[in-house]
């Protein structure tokens, strides 16, 4: 499992390679990868945690990811789909 972080010039500015039996949230919340986000964040639908979404809607991160096929739909900007 990895989690790279990319900015928006597309250039690599962190990445992490961790075990993969270890929870993906973990080594993004453990680490030193928050302090260098800003703005938005993409993740697969494994990001999805109300908890997490919390703690980054503080520091002003907007997480964006893709809805599971049990949750209802909400609107989402045209931008944020096309990341």
């Given at each position: ?19 993969a039996n270890v929870d993906d949230r973990q080594p993004l919340v453990a ?53």
């Amino acid at each position: 499992m990895d989690i790279a972080c990319i900015n928006n010039k597309g250039k690599l500015s962190d990445f992490v390679i961790a075990q993969a039996n270890v929870d993906d949230r973990q080594p993004l919340v453990a680490g030193k990868m928050l302090k260098q986000i800003r703005g938005k964040l993409c993740g697969d639908k494994g990001y999805i945690s109300q908890s997490l979404f919390s703690m980054l809607f503080v520091s002003g991160i907007h997480l964006i990811t893709k809805i599971r096929s049990n949750m209802r739909n909400t609107p989402m900007n045209m931008t944020d789909k096309i990341l």
